[in-house]
């Protein structure tokens, strides 16, 4: 297995909706690969501190300055 190859299962990974051999397939792969058990990892992270935090209201001054930074229309 390659890192491209498990990129697009890392969500799933990480969430516990892959078949068990999948799952050992990762595992074999980020024992080796230290850039792929980092990707896991912050993923791993950024899921924990959204469900712990929840959604936030960014302040319109700011979501416009991100917006024109973006070169985005505001929905």
């Not at 969500?11 to 024992?31: K, N, P, T, W």
Request: glycine fraction near 6%; charge should be negative; include cysteine.
């Amino acid at each position: 297995m390659h890192c491209k190859d498990m990129l697009g299962s890392l969500s799933a990974y990480v969430d516990g909706e892959l078949e068990a051999q999948f799952c050992a397939e990762i595992e074999r792969h980020m024992a080796d690969c230290g850039n792929c058990r980092a990707v896991v990892d912050t993923l791993r992270k950024t899921v924990y501190l959204y469900r712990e935090h929840g959604h936030a209201d960014v302040p319109e001054e700011a979501r416009d300055r991100l917006y024109a930074v973006l070169h985005l229309d505001k929905p």
